[in-house]
């Protein structure tokens, strides 16, 4: 028998079966999630079952983070019911303004190695950074998996993606994960399968960085990005974990569908251009292109890092007078800490608008600003077809928070590597 993959390690555990790639494994679920967007259909669902039976809320973690703050008496009412149902069965509930789920839940220590997360956002990929089985699920499974406690899911095959050696100044880890997404495909083949990023490159990346890399892979269509847990990532837990957790590791003769090397050293700054993000064009051959608003945060890039990289283009400058810059910190954690840096006042004092951390501004949903038809937006978000800011005439580009903060200055798509 060939040896396992990360994927087919960890649900052969959850299962108790060997779980391998085109099998259906049925899987225990350690961590559920419910936001804002589905979470409210689950509970409605739950009622119209007139459900009394017994349900894992002891697995259950619900976020409010899409719609902060909610524009409309219907959002207020749905977060008021999660609110309750939550009071109800003592279920651990982040509130506006905790943050973006995603990263909320791994900086309360809910996501471990070894485990499955599964919520209802399709960028629980992220969670693959911290070596677990994180994916996306609808609210009527949520209901299932919340009363089962175990999920049905087909064992993906795997692509590995091997990164070697490391980023040259200006180059991020949202400029290799576009890199990936053109190399691979957007759609086809990676749709259902699992990718494992490794090599040497990966492991010059800080834990942030591979957060990106996990997060914008469902992009690709993928189940679950997934890495294994080095030092980087147990030291990042150590004092976070809500228990013990014991990391998987692929075989040495595990079998992948296919494999693909990059080489970090010869990347440039890219840009996804409207309307796709397989789109990809070099930063530096884009200055023709005119901006007028700019965001950096979403889960893929609202963290510290993100922000501290962006507050050291922004020294001793300004942003141009007919650009409009957002930002938005994916927590509250991420939000005092940029606060205590200092990071918070010097984007404020070049002009930047600094918006309540939440998903808003990545789909043009509550707390954000919303861009004019025709007008053209560079965003630090995972997504770029049309109509995902808010407005179908509005033109989006995605590039890393140096090359959003660069083109906020210039008032044009501007390599960074030329500030």
């Known amino acids: 028998m060939a040896g396992k993959t990360i994927a087919e390690k960890i649900l052969s555990i959850k299962s108790g079966t060997e779980a391998e790639a085109g099998r259906v494994a049925v899987a225990t679920i350690d961590v559920l999630m419910g936001n804002d967007t589905k979470m409210p259909s689950a509970l409605s669902v739950l009622r119209s079952m007139d459900w009394k039976g017994h349900m894992h809320t002891e697995r259950l973690v619900i976020v409010v983070d899409h719609f902060v703050p909610p524009a409309e008496e219907r959002r207020s009412n749905e977060q008021m019911a999660m609110r309750e149902f939550a009071r109800k069965h003592d279920i651990p509930f982040y509130d506006a303004g905790?943050?973006?789920?995603?990263?909320?839940?791994?900086?309360?220590?809910?996501?471990?190695?070894?485990?499955?997360?599964?919520g209802t956002d399709s960028h629980c990929t992220t969670y693959g950074a911290l070596n677990a089985f994180g994916t996306g699920i609808s609210s009527t499974e949520l209901v299932g998996a919340l009363i089962n406690g175990y999920i049905w899911l087909k064992v993906p095959e795997t692509i590995k993606v091997e990164l070697k050696g490391s980023l040259p100044a200006g180059v991020y880890a949202k400029d290799v994960i576009l890199e990936i997404i053109g190399l691979i495909g957007l759609t086809g083949p990676a749709e259902y399968r699992a990718i494992e990023f490794t090599g040497a490159g990966l492991q010059s990346l800080e834990l942030e960085e591979r957060f990106t890399l996990?997060?914008?892979?469902?992009?690709?269509?993928?189940?679950?990005?997934?890495?294994?847990?080095?030092?980087?990532?147990?030291?990042?837990?150590?004092?976070?974990?809500?228990?013990?957790?014991?990391?998987?590791?692929?075989?040495?003769d595990a079998a992948y569908k296919a494999v693909y090397q990059l080489d970090l050293g010869s990347m440039v700054p890219l840009v996804a251009a409207h309307p796709s993000i397989d789109n990809l064009k070099p930063a530096s051959e884009l200055g023709a292109i005119s901006i007028h608003q700019a965001f950096i945060g979403t889960c893929c890039n609202g963290r510290l890092s993100d922000l501290r990289a962006a507050s050291?283009?922004?020294?001793?400058?300004?942003?141009?007078?007919?650009?409009?810059?957002?930002?938005?910190?994916?927590?509250?954690?991420?939000?005092?800490?940029?606060?205590?840096?200092?990071?918070?006042?010097?984007?404020?004092?070049?002009?930047?608008?600094?918006?309540?951390p939440g998903c808003g501004p990545c789909a043009g949903l509550t707390g954000s600003s919303i861009p004019a038809s025709g007008q053209r937006m560079i965003s630090t978000s995972n997504r770029n077809f049309p109509g995902r800011a808010g407005a179908e005439g509005v033109e989006v580009y995605l590039a890393s928070p140096a090359t959003v903060t660069a083109s906020a200055i210039r008032g044009a798509i501007t390599d960074p590597r030329e500030l």
């Open 98 to 118: 905790a943050g973006i789920a995603h990263q909320v839940l791994m900086e309360k220590g809910y996501v471990l190695p070894g485990t499955i997360v599964l």
């Open 214 to 252: 996990c997060n914008m892979a469902v992009e690709m269509g993928v189940k679950v990005g997934l890495m294994e847990a080095d030092d980087k990532a147990i030291n990042w837990l150590r004092g976070r974990a809500r228990g013990p957790f014991e990391p998987v590791a692929p075989d040495p």
């Open 312 to 356: 050291q283009i922004l020294k001793g400058r300004e942003i141009h007078p007919d650009v409009r810059l957002y930002v938005g910190p994916a927590s509250r954690e991420v939000y005092l800490a940029a606060l205590k840096e200092g990071i918070v006042e010097s984007l404020s004092r070049a002009g930047a608008i600094i918006l309540p």
